[in-house]
């Protein structure tokens, strides 16, 4: 089952936060023999457009190693209970997965397994530090050859917008839940 992360940018083309724009480019042109071009164009300039490029990076794993963000979504299909309690990695990388990971845990999942998936996405979702995550990308960017994020306030203007959509992850969730068990 796919989930946000799954569909991101990064994702679809397949390429890494490190990766310069000449390979984004080139993987865009590549997937579109084989995906929707329309998708791959609209990827392509999320990841190589500078104003675009911040909220796609926010909504992905910052901080995370590629081979360790390929693992992590290998996860998010395969063994998802592994992903609950991974205090490894960056809070805001942590929590996207966490929401991914709402997006298709079992809505027959017992009610106190449902609270402990929601009670560690708040705790993690609260560690999450702007001027961490512009470390976390600044980081990256040098290795990738983009400009750096100067200042933290698009950070914190992004980590805003994220915050809503974890709200309306949880929401859309315990949507799917049996009355029954939100009661419990």
Known sequence: ?????????????????????DK?????EEKSLFLDSDVCTKARS?????????????????????????GLLDALTNNIESLKDDTSLPPLANANILAAAFEILDPNMAASDWQDWIMDFAYTVDLID?????SEINADRTLSGF??????????EE??????????????????????????
Do not use: C
């Open 46 to 70: 999320d990841l190589t457009t500078v104003r675009n490029r911040l909220a796609t990076e926010i909504r992905w794993l910052p901080g995370v190693a590629p081979n360790r963000a390929l």
């Open 24 to 28: 984004i480019i080139e993987q865009a």
């Open 130 to 134: 702007a001027d961490d995550v512009l």
């Open 159 to 184: 980590l805003d917008d994220r915050r809503h959509f974890y709200t309306e992850s949880i929401k859309a969730a315990l949507d799917k839940l049996d009355l029954m068990k939100l009661v419990e």
């Open 1 to 21: 089952m796919q989930t946000s992360l799954h569909r991101s940018p990064f994702a679809l083309l397949g390429v890494t936060t490190r990766d310069k724009a």
């Open 147 to 156: 400009s750096e994020v100067k200042g933290k306030e698009q950070i914190e």
